[in-house]
């Protein structure tokens, strides 16, 4: 029996008809039950942070100086945001596999069978495995299914660099303690130190995968004429890429799960700038007409030591709407935070983790 069918285990098909089922089955199971649930717990758990600390000011820095006040939340709510909102992009990523013979055109199949329709009968093989299909390909699937996903692991992981530089920062700063790991060293010389090693590691390890997922991403899609074997060792690495991502995500999550919140820190560094409020002081004076008021608060507050109480001696000194001057000085630094307390405690009605991250 075997010997009967033995030669159509190759019929009308190169290892490149078997080949790209396998890369696209593997890639399809691989992001949609090891890589996205990953991603998904990292959302969910800045997006904690984000609702834990909706209410908590902190001074904002802008090319490193002392900026408007926003909160902790906001600031997480920020990148939850951005994360989830390239999550929904993963779910318009059709991975998508060929069947068409040597160069796509099904014609050795058709000079044997001529009765058959051919792509009406690899479409439904195809499809059957769960993929997409290509109807139009050389002796290979192009493989620009690959470059659009990887390119979303990419997007999704400059993101995540972005938070742990942020995190990095804000422990550096003080405004994040980091709770102590039984037995862990933190330094071979300084036996004091906990160091922000596990966002270190992510953003190592991001760095790593955007390199690896870049290279594939713009390599794949480009074949000469009908094929080349360009892309044959570059796919041996579609699951390293991936893994350093892998890596990279764990060790946030493990980053995040280390954290305390300093307030006192925080605290102390708002008490410490109050010049920050020359920014609605000035808005004020705008719309009640007091003329040049960018000028007159440029002049009190750049490279001088500002107080509450200088602060509060300009403001009596405006002519102003009673209510106006009244709001003003009762306004201080950890009060002057905006609508960033409420962006930051409704970022669920953003964050979308269902729809997104999911490759059908």
Not at 96 to 114: C, E, I, Q, S, T
Not at 169 to 187: L, P
Request: hydrophobic share 40%.
């Amino acid at each position: 029996m075997f010997s009967q069918v033995l030669e159509f285990f190759h019929f009308g098909c190169t290892s490149e008809d078997i080949n790209n089922l396998s890369h696209a089955l593997a890639l399809k199971e691989g992001v949609n039950t090891v890589m996205f649930p990953v991603m998904i717990d990292v959302c969910s758990a800045i997006c904690s942070l984000a609702t834990e600390n909706a209410h908590v000011p902190l001074l904002s820095k802008t090319h490193g100086q002392p900026a408007s006040p926003t909160t902790l939340g906001k600031e997480m709510a920020n990148f939850a945001a951005r994360l989830s909102d390239i999550g929904k992009s993963f779910s318009e990523v059709k991975i998508l596999g060929k069947f068409a013979g040597a160069v796509g055109n099904y014609n050795a199949d058709v000079v044997a069978y001529p009765e058959i329709d051919w792509p009406k009968m690899t479409e439904e093989f195809v499809r059957s495995l769960g993929l997409e299909f290509n109807p139009y390909v050389t002796q290979i699937e192009p493989h620009d299914y690959i470059s659009k996903l990887f390119n979303l692991f990419v997007q999704f992981n400059i993101v995540l660099t972005d938070f742990d530089k942020d995190m990095w920062t804000y422990i550096s700063a003080g405004y994040f303690k980091q709770i102590a790991k039984a037995g862990e060293v933190g330094s071979s010389t300084m036996p004091h130190k906990i160091n922000p090693i596990n966002f270190e590691n992510s953003e190592g390890n991001l760095s790593v995968s955007n390199g690896l997922l870049c290279t594939l991403s713009m390599k794949l899609p480009i074949s000469r004429l009908q094929r080349d074997l360009t892309d044959s060792t570059v796919l041996r690495n579609l699951g390293v890429g991936l893994g350093h991502s892998l890596l990279a995500y764990k060790a946030t999550m493990q980053g995040i799960k280390k954290l305390e919140v300093n307030k006192v820190r925080l605290d102390e560094d708002l008490e410490q700038t109050w010049e920050v409020l020359a920014e609605p002081i000035q808005t004020v004076m705008r719309r009640y007409g007091i003329p040049e008021p960018y000028e007159k608060l440029k002049e009190m507050t750049r490279g001088q030591a500002v107080t509450k109480d200088s602060i509060r001696k300009f403001i009596e000194g405006l002519d102003l709407p009673e209510d106006a001057q009244s709001s003003l000085l009762k306004l201080t630094p950890h009060s002057y935070t905006g609508e960033a307390e409420n962006l930051a405690a409704n970022i669920w009605n953003v964050v979308d983790l269902k729809s997104g991250f999911k490759i059908k």
